[in-house]
């Protein structure tokens, strides 16, 4: 197969961070995607629907001319979000989940939920209006080792929080474990799960031997080559509660080259040729179509895009950076090839 066409894509988790940053990365997403779940995480966080409305407008204005591009927005979760923000947000049209960060997980996430016990009425008035819950799935205990994060997260407050939600919409964002796939790709129609071109790519080994990679440090942070097999079955299994999530999440050049890395890795602009890298190591490239354009809008309650994207077996090199605003971006692949390119039309 040299070519392959599919619906144009959506990306279900991607950070358009703000200001000269985010003008120097929205085109590059809008370039690539036709939607994206837009991730609330900017300092402050968007926690109102006045504050996500206000963010859409910014993004809107960072866009080329004529981009048919459309931010989905969430709401970042925090320990006094009230069920009367969830009504808005429904009301709105334009908040279409809500992200939930254990405060200290990630980049940003100190305004996270502490206990989710406190946020009771308002994820019960997210069951009552079917708006899904985006979890980062970790445990941030000072004592837990950072590679058992993941599973200790699904056992510990996952599953419990699904007994207690029984019609709570759930997608665990950036599955980075087998424990996370397995878990995903279950019978439950409540859960879904996103996937990174970096974890189904990458393992740590990656990230470690040989020096440390600091643009393919993310949080998740990446596990070991068995994890990696086994999110690369899940994300080519045909499931279709499993779709496409870049978490393509860009810092400055120099806060990633730096004696503290922040977490996250820059991919909107070489995102889908590394799926289609990933898909094609699996043998799975003709199951690429629903993970990239169907399975995200089904869960989602919105329609499949019109349009087609193709993909053409051509090498391209990824530059060494990208324009970031005040300094370059980094991307995942930075001076390397793909062996994948988007047809120009
Ligand atoms: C993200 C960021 O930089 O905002 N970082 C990351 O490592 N993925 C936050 C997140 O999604 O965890
Ligand atoms: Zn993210």
């Not at 996952?158 to 397995?182: F, I, K, M, W």
Request: hydrophobic share 40%.
């Amino acid at each position: 197969m040299d070519t392959l066409t599919l619906p144009r894509p959506d990306d279900w988790h991607l950070h358009l961070r703000d200001g000269a940053l985010m003008q120097a990365v929205a085109p590059q997403a809008a370039a690539a995607f036709a939607r994206a779940i837009i991730m609330p995480n900017l300092k402050p966080p968007v926690t109102t629907v006045a504050e996500a409305a206000a963010y859409r407008q910014r993004i809107f204005a960072a866009l080329p001319e004529g981009s048919s591009f459309e931010p989905l927005m969430t709401l970042y979760l925090t320990d006094n979000t009230p069920p009367a923000e969830v009504e808005r947000a429904v009301a709105s049209g334009l908040v279409h989940a809500v992200k939930l960060y254990p405060a200290g997980a990630t980049t940003h996430s100190d305004a996270g939920v502490t206990d989710l016990l406190l946020c009771y009425d308002t994820l019960a008035a997210m069951e009552d209006h079917g708006l899904p819950l985006l979890i980062h799935g970790e445990r941030t205990d000072p004592g837990l080792d950072i590679f058992e994060r993941e599973a200790a997260f699904i056992d510990d407050v996952l599953l419990p929080l699904l007994d207690r939600h029984p019609r709570l919409r759930v997608v665990l964002e950036h599955v980075s474990t087998a424990a996370g796939a397995e878990l995903v790709t279950g019978d439950d129609p409540r859960l879904a799960g996103t996937f990174t071109p970096q974890h189904l790519l990458y393992s740590r080994n990656d990230l470690l031997v040989g020096g440390l990679s600091p643009h393919r440090y993310c949080m998740p942070v990446l596990k070991r080559e068995s994890d990696r097999e086994a999110l690369l079955a899940a994300a080519t299994s045909g499931h279709p509660r499993v779709f496409l999530g870049t978490d393509s999440a860009p810092h400055p050049r120099s806060a990633k080259e730096s004696g503290c890395c922040a977490a996250g890795c820059y991919s909107s602009p070489v995102a889908l040729a590394l799926y289609a890298e990933a898909f094609e190591a699996a043998g799975a490239l003709e199951r690429l179509a629903d993970f990239a354009g169907r399975n995200g809008p089904a869960f989602y309650g919105l329609p499949i895009n019109g349009e087609t994207v193709t993909l053409e077996r051509a090498a391209q090199e990824v530059p060494s950076a990208y324009p970031g605003g005040e300094e370059p971006v980094v991307p995942l692949r930075a001076g390397g090839t793909l062996g994948w390119r988007v047809r120009q039309p």
